[in-house]
């Protein structure tokens, strides 16, 4: 395992206490500082009416100019963002704080789901903090989105607006994984349904990732409920109206309600179903949208910058790309078809790959054995930028910074011949020649990135369907040296076909865990992953005392709060909305050692019911030395929680 020590800077850029100034911005400033030079050439010439006359212009144009990101927090593709970590964004002028909202500025993990806080504004409202409501699943990648929504003072409207990906950090492990169970994904006396591409997410607000599993031949989906120790015992069955074969996957709050959502898409037609999440890991509807024929690869981006997440899908057959575009209430427009330069366009995945601040897209080309790089305009449209060739038809890719240099890299997985390619990006919109390595079993159809081993840098894993036969497939493993270069490849066999996997914290220990899925015994394969002596740094709520989870959730008309403390201290218990608003405070006391439960009756602090809605329940507990008295130690600790209010 290797950490690397220079991870606070990269090429072509310096970082100023935290913050990474922004490309465009840099771009903006050389542009005027060479306008500036061309006018002073040759102003001598130019009569002074006419000079003063533009200078008025060019000063109401300043007046007038859309604000711009000049700093972020955490930096694009950072791989250790603390769980609790405060993200901030600094702009070119006084921003208008009524300008933010959860749609404006959406904060996005990809497991936990929307991330609700509240904002802070500092330096006269050039910067603005966002505080997390609860702190992010260990490892996950996550995206913030700035829609053109946000506004300067001066009333002026973000410029196609903003967005990067930066991954929490992951607790030290060994990578020495252990089959702990196996989960049946078929009904009793069900035959074959063909289990491909689970998902892992946090379906019904309870903190634990639970598994949204397309099964291709059955044309469904199967949600897994995470039991809260990392068990899955039971599952409902979902079905895709209209659907042929559906795989392919990925999450979204498409509807802005604060539940998690997912697209699937068909890889023997054209459809795309939408289902919206009700918050208790079921749909309040499923819809399918046409894209184009044999969708193969799926993912998600704000294309407009109108900060609705819209839907782009590779299409093998129909040899293009589909951009859905979100009408802002989880509907879908007509799809538009885009070239992408390349020949059965089947994998996609979306990153920053210029710096500028809007998503771009990484295309695996099956047929023309390349991976392609489109950039993104911020106003719906993609524009072919450079391509690199990879041996074997690439089947699957995703993105992440392989090699610590800011800038995002692209992986895949090359079935025709057994390979892994990694390709680095050089950060201005260009990519390297890729590097290729074995893996340990034929016919790979997935790749995924993270930091298994915890030692801040990612880490890779190969899944390879195999010949077919009883356990000829496997999942290949692959070490990170902190670098760029995967060494060290282990090999865990599945049971006859090793199709996909999924990097994710299952058992909430802190540290990434794998879980395989083979979609030949249609099974969800358990790895554990262990820690290593190293402890992680602790959460909030981890220092003397517990707060639990609520019971019944959902619930109508009440819930029952219960939490324990181990140190004479004040506690207070608030209730908050997802918009970070105080609904209720039903505890604000000194308590001693020990169990305490408080009911909540779903009413505000005026007395009146409150709407049907994800609620945040947070306890706060102050330890008071000597016991009984107010000579507190500042040294406060606190913990969230979510619940689920059904009217």
């Keep these: 395992m290797h950490t690397n020590q220079n991870r606070g800077s990269r090429s072509g850029y310096v970082l100023r206490n935290g913050y990474c100034p922004s490309r465009r911005w840099q771009s903006r400033q050389r542009r005027h500082t060479y306008r500036l030079m061309g006018w002073l050439a040759f102003a001598k010439s130019i009569p002074l009416r006419i000079l003063v006359w533009i200078g008025m212009v060019l000063m109401a144009q300043s007046v007038w100019a859309a604000p711009v990101v000049v700093g972020i927090s955490p930096a694009s593709q950072a791989i250790q963002a603390p769980r609790t970590v405060e993200i901030v964004v600094t702009f070119s002028e006084p ?188 749909f309040l509807s499923i819809a399918a949208y046409p894209a184009a024929q044999g969708v193969r690869g799926l993912t998600v981006m704000d294309l407009n910058g109108d900060g609705h997440p819209d839907i782009v899908t590779a299409n093998r057959n129909g040899n293009s790309l589909s951009l859905l575009l979100n009408n802002g209430d989880g509907t879908f427009a007509a799809p538009v078809q885009v070239e992408a330069n390349g020949n059965q366009e089947t994998a996609c995945a979306a990153a920053d790959a210029d710096n500028d601040g809007l998503l771009d897209l990484f295309v695996g080309a099956y047929a023309g054995n390349e991976i392609i790089l489109l950039l993104g305009d911020g106003q719906g449209g993609l524009t072919f930028s450079h391509k690199v060739s990879v041996p074997g038809n690439p089947w699957m890719v995703a993105v992440g910074d392989v090699d610590g240099d800011g800038n995002a890299d692209v992986v895949s997985a090359n079935s025709g011949n057994a390979t892994a390619a990694v390709i680095r990006g050089d950060g201005q919109g260009s990519l390297l020649p890729p590097d290729i390595y074995s893996v340990g079993a034929p016919f790979p159809l997935a790749i995924d990135l993270g930091d298994l081993d915890g030692d801040g840098d990612l880490d890779m894993v190969v899944s390879s369907f195999g010949s077919g036969q009883t356990g000829s497939g496997a999942w290949t493993l692959f070490e990170n040296d902190g670098t760029g270069r995967f060494i060290h490849p282990r090999t865990f066999p599945s049971s006859a076909a090793a199709s996909c996997a999924v990097f994710h914290d299952r058992d909430g220990d802190g540290d990434l865990d794998m879980t395989g899925i083979d979609e030949i015994d249609d099974l969800l394969i358990l790895f554990e992953n262990r820690p290593t002596g190293v402890k992680p740094l602790p959460e909030p709520g981890a220092q003397g005392f517990v707060l639990y989870p609520n019971y019944p959730n959902p619930f109508n008309p009440a819930t029952h709060l219960r939490f324990r403390v181990s140190e004479f201290g004040f506690a207070e218990l608030k209730i908050y909305d997802l918009l970070g608003r105080e609904v209720a405070t039903l505890l604000s006391q000194r308590v001693s050692p020990g169990s305490y439960e408080v009911p909540w009756d779903g009413t505000d602090k005026a007395g009146k019911p409150v709407p049907s809605g994800i609620y945040l329940y947070r306890l706060t507990h102050t330890p008071l030395t000597p016991p009984h008295t107010g000579g507190g130690e500042n040294r406060s600790v606190a913990q969230i929680r979510k619940m689920l209010l059904l009217r």
Excluded at 190 to 205: L, S, V
Excluded at 252 to 260: L, P, S
């Design 95 to 282: 921003m208008d704080p009524q300008s933010f909202t959860p749609v404006s500025f959406m904060v996005m993990g990809r497991w936990s789901g929307v991330m609700p806080g509240s904002f802070q504004f500092e330096n006269n409202a050039t910067t603005v903090r966002f505080i997390s409501a609860h702190p992010f699943m260990a490892g996950e990648w996550v995206t913030v989105s700035l829609s053109v929504g946000i506004r300067s003072a001066a009333g002026q409207s973000l410029d196609r607006g903003y967005a990067w990906n930066f991954w929490t950090a992951a607790a030290p492990a060994d990578l020495n994984l252990q089959e702990i169970a196996r989960v049946n994904v078929r009904r009793p006396g069900e035959g074959w349904i063909q289990t491909y591409g689970a998902h892992a997410a946090d379906a019904n607000g309870d903190g634990f990732s639970d598994y949204m599993v397309p099964n291709e031949r059955a044309n469904d989906v199967r949600m897994f409920l995470n039991d809260g120790s990392g068990g899955y015992s039971s599952f409902t069955v979902h079905p895709l109206p209209g659907a042929a074969r559906p795989s392919t996957n990925e999450s979204a709050d498409f509807n802005h309600d604060g539940f998690i959502d997912f697209a699937v898409g068909s890889t023997q037609n054209d459809r795309v179903h939408v289902l919206l999440g009700n918050g208790q890991g079921g």
